[in-house]
């Protein structure tokens, strides 16, 4: 598995790479430069996608085209 999916306290949803070369920190202070985008929810609430950058390069080996 290159990547794997983490809820937060907030559940939030993490997609951070697997094995990469750093540890990935779950906030916005994560050094990857980690984006995020709104989810709503079934409840009406929005969540958060956040999307990490793997800091090896593994999205310029894949054809998947997400992560």
Known sequence: MKWINWADE???VH???ND???AHEL???CP???TTEPCPRDDGTI???WTHNS???REFNETS???
């Open 10 to 12: 907030h559940w939030n």
């Open 15 to 17: 997609c951070v790479p």
């Open 20 to 22: 990469d070369l750093i």
């Open 27 to 29: 906030t916005e202070e």
């Open 32 to 34: 990857c430069g980690v």
């Open 47 to 49: 969540g958060w996608l």
């Open 55 to 57: 800091l090896d390069g």
């Open 65 to 67: 085209g997400t992560p």
